[in-house]
């Protein structure tokens, strides 16, 4: 069953080894003046800012930098508004991962906008205009390359807040899988679960189709798969590729388009594990994932298990369903271990004496509680989740 | 692996019960005057038109009735442009099947250009502009609208052509799977085949990934599933909305984005077909498709029959490659044949005397025997393929 929705994801992507190289025609369509924006120099060391640099000689560059991960409101959207208005720049290219592309995404939107920027992060105000954005992506994780969404954190209010607008799009998204050769294991896998996350947020919803069911299971698939290649040998282009590919894929809705909606409660809890305590988001996302699915697992949900279980895990389709959701959700905490995530929320520095803080916090910013959700949280079940989690 | 590749489809996609409602704000970015183009006059018999005709009350409308299946250059493509510069048509709005919307996208083309349509169509010309085109799909089958191709047939030199350009791809496609009802079961079934075949031409590639793959068996097992609840029920939401969905995914490149590119080789043989008997496209295709399988079956392919034996039939993982190719090729004779589609190309006015001639125009017209192809045919086995499909 395929309900109604919309879709249109008007970015253009460019995949693969050197696709760079069309960079210079693709910025020219914009503008000259160019605001690049990076994050702690990662790119400098891999030779990627030099590279982009020759490629834009004809162009005028300004410049952000510093951008840090789970980006801040203050100081980085509003000092980068700030160099868009003082140059009257015509696009920004993000270079860098999804922290990156989130802040530019907000700087795009703040840049043309008069007011107070949080009133269009926080969804006071619609904006009206948003600079394009153009973008090379570092990291394979977050799906920001291929949505419009941003997750900007306030730090003066401990809020972290997703803002979805379509003026988000990225115009175009550069991805060769060469420039996350560089990223380490950690990072690697944290972005890995990130993207496994995305799909099981979606997954978990219901009406669903059997197309829908397929593409799910296969993307889960593919990077449970590429990712342990990858952290075994991180020049592997294949697995590389394959991992960029799917990320991509992640936040736009084409993998449950028509689906219901499950309100993503998982990264409900997790922005406010972020705000409170900075820690990596697909860390916090895949040390929630298994307690998230044992709280739950009910007879109305168990049969998304169960599909889980035969299609992407293969277990013998005559378990009994409460023993096949039992293994499915084992499954997945195995796996997340395995690779490298610590699977205790106290091992990231988060501290018990804040989850019932963060549930109230939940509820109030994110409200994981609403009747049409697949699986509705009130404060009692997030607390019982972070506490599994600690 | 993903190879290199760009992608950007640019199309809107309304899908869903009732979604015709945002058809005038969507024209109305376009302009006042349209050029309204169906076919035979069945979207009158089930009120589409009126409602159309209703909606639009504020538009200029402008009609283009008659388009045939296989649609022709002349006159259908030819009356088209000449209606549209004679009336300074701002849009196009196709209603209808992939014919209809076929036929309009060469429109668009045509009336933006002074010389001979036809150079445009068989690719001697580039287009330089194009008119928008909005549809509204009645026929879940060709994917056209949501992709920059279309087939037009020009009957006074036996040519069937795939044309394909950017400004082709529809700015807005409406898709309500309960126009779909009133399909009757042969054209259910050969839409149906038509799409699976469309997923079939890209599975058969080099190189491939896990993710591109899941995504290809999942759009098989959806279509072969849901169109035999269709037959039985035509008016079963859930099996036509994910019929209309997945068909929509046909050729945009979607389903293979960074794989290898086969060169279409049954859509290619087909073209002959209904250039010289003008069959049903899909019917052909089906006919042709077990015929192509086993003509292709090699050590080189064999692990694509492997990987659809497990993956989308669930044979035993233990047989032998080649007993398993065969049992796929058997399985997929089988499904076409279960659906209603007579398996002799005999059986639809195709003569056998005409397999030398047709095979030679294939080579000339559409070059299936090119060196980087997954599996090329020379005139031999062009022939084997048609012989075997009488």
Redo the contacts between chains.
Sequence with gaps: ?????????????????D?IK?LPAELGKHGKNVLLTYGGGSIKKMGLYDKVKALLKDFCLFELSGIEPNPKYDPSVLDGARLCKEHRIDVILSVGGGSVLDCSKAIAACACYDGEGWDLISGKVKAKAALPIVDIITLAATGSEYDMGCVISNTAINDKRGYLDELLYPAASFLD?EYTYSVNKWQTACGTADAINHVLEQFFAKPH???N???M???L??LM??VKIALEKPDD??AR??L???CAWGCNGILS??AGYSGWPMHSIEHALSAYFDITHGAGLAIITPRWMKEILSEKTVERFVTLGTELFGFDKDLPDPEMAEQVIQAFYEFFASIGIPMQLGELGVKAETIDEMADHILEYDSTNEPWMFAPLDKAALIRILEASM
Excluded: H, Q, W
Aim: aromatic share 16%; glycine share 8%.
């Design positions: 069953m395929i309900c109604n929705f919309t879709y249109n994801t008007p970015t253009k992507l460019y995949f693969g080894k696709c069309d899988p189709s059997l197309f069911d397929g593409i299971i296969s993307a698939r593919s798969t590429n282009y294949a590729s394959e960029m590919y799917v388009n028509g």
